[in-house]
């Protein structure tokens, strides 16, 4: 491949929590591999996707989005999680929000940026922006603060700019064989991205009560003919918080079920038949044993 002069190289999303680095993945390699929500904290594990085009490929990895002050197991492994998509990357791409800088970004740059090269700096939601000449002058600002390879504004949500960036990725990737095959968007198993869509329809249905209490694990997937059977179990923290996620007469779980298996059946284009139970783990969250039990392991 060599011969061709193909280009491959990895390429890191980092940022704050809530900056839209998942959306920005899935618009990239033009597929929904990472799930998104206007919660904080949505992304808790490494998310890889894969962006082939012409010569190059660029090996996309999402993070989850670093935030301080919090303590619990859960929030630290969310970190390092973040921490360590940076190891051996050939591009990083930092992800702020427009005229929005805050403490993380301040400390992300100083202490996890500092002396890298190869940065391009992501300036997004300038779709809400509501006074657009404002943008330059907080360009000019970021402009001082690092050494970065490119400055692109763009909304991941919806796509402007995106080629831009594409362009930008794909230009500065090394003279490399390509790390996956041609036809590969992600390296994601198949129950991960189960158990991931199933998380976000949660967050989606009682996020304003428990969205950072939930985790999904997979006890049955199995391929019957035409037919998926899968079985989950969603896991909370309280008996109160398993009461809200079931809801009055079953009507939360049902509609969770009911919009998790409409997009199961969506990605694997087969009929679904989807079982969920509802269990209570005390304190997972801030308990690294169970964590690891439940497959929160940074490999």
């Keep these: 491949m060599n011969e061709d002069k193909t280009k491959s190289g990895l390429v890191s999303i980092i940022g704050r929590t809530n900056v839209g680095k998942s959306t920005l993945l899935n618009h990239l390699i033009e597929q929904k591999v990472s ?3 206007r919660k904080p904290q949505t992304t808790r594990f490494r998310v890889l ?36 998509a940076m190891t051996g990357i050939d591009i ?8 929005k800088w805050k403490e993380e970004d301040q400390f992300l740059l100083q202490k996890i940026l500092k002396g890298l090269n ?3 700096l992501v300036i997004n939601k300038i779709d809400k922006l509501k006074q657009k000449e404002r943008l330059l002058p907080y360009i000019d600002q970021l402009t001082d603060k690092h050494d970065f390879m490119d400055i692109i504004p763009i909304s991941a949500l919806k ?12 230009t500065n990737l090394p003279t490399a064989e390509y790390l996956y095959p041609e036809e590969q968007t992600t390296d994601m198993t198949e129950k991960f991205l189960i158990s991931e869509t199933i998380r976000e329809k949660c967050i989606a249905r009682v996020g304003q009560e428990i969205p950072y209490r939930i985790t999904v694990t997979i006890d049955q997937f199995e391929e019957k003919g035409l037919i998926l059977f899968i079985s989950a179990t969603l896991y909370v923290e309280k008996k109160s918080q398993k009461g809200i996620l079931i809801g009055l007469g079953g009507k939360n779980l049902k509609s969770i079920g009911t ?9 694997f284009q087969k009929k679904v038949m989807l079982k969920l139970w509802v269990k209570v783990k005390k304190n997972w969250t801030d308990n690294e044993t169970i964590m690891q039990s439940m497959g929160y392991r940074i490999e």
């Design 259 to 267: 919009s998790s298996r409409k997009e199961l059946e969506r990605i």
């Design 49 to 84: 996707g894969i962006k082939t085009k012409g010569l190059c490929q660029a090996v996309i990895i999402d993070t989850p989005g670093y935030h301080r002050g919090h303590k619990r197991a859960l929030n630290k492994y969310m970190n390092k999680v973040a921490l360590s």
């Design 118 to 120: 190869k940065v391009i």
């Design 92 to 99: 990083l791409l930092f992800v702020v929000e427009a005229l």
């Design 35 to 37: 799930i998104t929500s």
């Design 159 to 170: 796509g402007n700019n995106i080629k831009r960036l594409e362009k930008s990725i794909l």
